[in-house]
């Protein structure tokens, strides 16, 4: 067995470094493997799964935000966000570099997309704090951490790919994802905080009264109702995410409209990049799902969990292991891909390790947000490269103290659990 699984992560890596698409790649290793090591046909099982893959009710929230997040990347929400946080960040240390983790945060609580999230919010925020004579490099590392949020804070695009792939509540993951996500970005400003400190005060610092911070919570108000809106009906049971996700879309369909920004060729271009978008994931997510039958029928996932549990590794030790493999696969993959791939083995040996299944996917959530500032494909890096034409090596050491804040967190929340856990058996309780 063991040389079966050598050679299916040869045909699976030989296969990616040729250039062949993620999914046709998942695809043919798993169509490889039923035709080298049982006798099935292949044909009937790969149609009946791409089918029931791609025919989930529970996908149906995933186009609908992606679609949301795409409308509203193409109104004034980020230069509104930016105008109504600046009055209330200008006596924090570091002042409006917070922008970009608050901005992000806020974006993220309505998007689901962590390269949306960064696009969105960098547009508008790079270009202000330059022109204010700010740390070139703490902007575009805060910006490049912070975007990663749109993965962790509800509704995320990840969380539904989990959900569906490990058969779990995908509203209590969004609820388990709130409290981490606001952590984290707490743990984003301290880090701007610190880092901030003795460096050159930005010429012109910025004086705001009262006056201008109440004008400042008139610009948040469309991105708090949205908030409201999707995240509040959530967590008070009032929506499923698919009908919650029909609520956003309506309200950035609302917004865009009084940004004046809803005619033809934005809806247009807002659709056609969420139907491209939706089709990618739909696709490797389906071809995941095969791969994974693929690799059961020929008994890998269980034979591996059998060898590593031999090990008898501690709960943590195993955690960790498992944590330096997504670390390494970040540097090559997506974060859909990587869990795509790797959950029908990783899940089955957590959970009997004893960790619970929402758990473990905020954890792998956190992860895929690391994946998003390593090089050489974080994502996050090549939105901020595509804003500023700053070298993509650059980027990644500007976004490094950040990267080093989400390892922080990762072991924090492996420690300490309830803090993903709590807020789901509260909702669990009522």
């Known amino acids: 067995m063991i040389g079966a699984a050598f050679l299916l992560l040869l045909v699976l890596a030989a296969l990616l470094v040729a250039g062949v698409w993620v999914f046709a790649s998942m695809v043919l290793t798993g169509a490889f493997a039923l035709a080298a090591f049982r006798d099935i046909p292949i044909e009937p099982v790969v149609g009946r799964i791409l089918w029931n893959a791609t025919t989930n009710a529970e996908l149906i929230a995933l186009p609908l935000f992606i679609l949301m997040a795409e409308i509203l990347f193409r109104t004034r929400l980020s230069a509104m966000l930016f105008a109504g946080l600046a009055p209330w960040t200008s006596r924090l240390p570091g002042r409006l570099l917070h922008v970009n983790v608050?901005?992000?945060?806020?974006?993220?609580?309505?998007?689901?997309?962590?390269?949306?999230?960064?696009?969105?919010?960098?547009?508008?925020?790079?270009?202000?704090?330059?022109?204010?004579?700010?740390?070139?490099?703490?902007?575009?590392?805060?910006?490049?951490?912070?975007?990663?949020?749109?993965?962790?804070?509800?509704p995320s695009i990840i969380m539904i790919i989990y959900g569906v792939l490990a058969e779990t509540s995908i509203l209590k993951l969004f609820i388990a994802g709130i409290v981490p996500g606001l952590?984290?970005?707490?743990g984003y400003m301290a880090a701007i905080a610190l880092l901030s400190r003795g460096a050159r005060k930005a010429p012109g610092a910025e004086r705001y009264g009262w006056a201008e911070r109440v004008r400042g919570l008139a610009d948040l108000?469309?991105?708090v109702s949205l908030i409201?809106?999707?995240?509040?009906?959530?967590?008070?049971?009032?929506?499923?995410?698919?009908?919650?996700a029909v609520i956003g879309v309506f309200g950035a369909l609302l917004v865009s409209a009084l940004h004046r920004s809803l005619n033809w060729q934005n809806m247009r271009a807002a659709f056609m990049a969420a139907v491209r978008t939706s089709s990618m994931m739909g696709m490797i997510l389906a071809a995941g799902i095969f791969l994974s039958v693929a690799l059961g029928y020929v008994g890998l996932p269980q034979f591996l969990a059998?060898?590593?549990?031999?090990?008898?590794?501690?709960?943590?030790?195993?955690?960790?292991?498992?944590?330096?493999?997504?670390?390494?696969?970040?540097?090559?993959?997506?974060?859909?891909?990587?869990?795509?791939?790797?959950?029908?083995?990783?899940?089955?040996?957590?959970?009997?390790?004893?960790?619970?299944?929402?758990?473990?996917?905020i954890f792998l959530v956190v992860l895929v947000e690391l994946a998003q500032i390593t090089p050489p494909i974080g994502f996050n890096l090549f939105v901020i490269q595509s804003l500023t034409g700053e070298p993509v090596r650059r980027i990644a050491a500007y976004?490094?103290?950040?990267?080093?804040?989400?390892?922080?967190?990762?072991?924090?929340?492996?420690?300490?659990?309830?803090?993903?856990?709590?807020?789901?058996?509260?909702a669990?309780?009522?």
């Open 102 to 154: 608050l901005g992000c945060t806020m974006f993220a609580a309505i998007c689901g997309s962590s390269a949306a999230t960064a696009a969105t919010v960098g547009r508008i925020t790079l270009s202000e704090l330059s022109a204010r004579g700010y740390d070139r490099r703490l902007a575009l590392g805060s910006l490049a951490g912070a975007g990663t949020l749109g993965f962790l804070i509800p």
């Open 183 to 186: 952590c984290l970005a707490l």
């Open 221 to 223: 108000a469309p991105t």
């Open 228 to 244: 409201a809106a999707v995240v509040g009906t959530l967590y008070l049971g009032i929506a499923t995410p698919s009908e919650s």
């Open 306 to 361: 059998r060898e590593i549990a031999s090990l008898e590794l501690p709960p943590l030790a195993l955690v960790g292991l498992l944590a330096l493999l997504y670390l390494v696969l970040g540097c090559f993959l997506d974060g859909t891909s990587m869990i795509v791939m790797t959950l029908p083995i990783t899940l089955p040996l957590v959970v009997s390790a004893g960790f619970d299944k929402i758990w473990y996917g």
């Open 399 to 426: 976004a490094l103290p950040f990267f080093l804040v989400t390892l922080a967190f990762t072991l924090f929340i492996t420690l300490f659990p309830q803090l993903v856990l709590f807020l789901p058996g509260l």
């Open 428 to 430: 669990g309780s009522r």
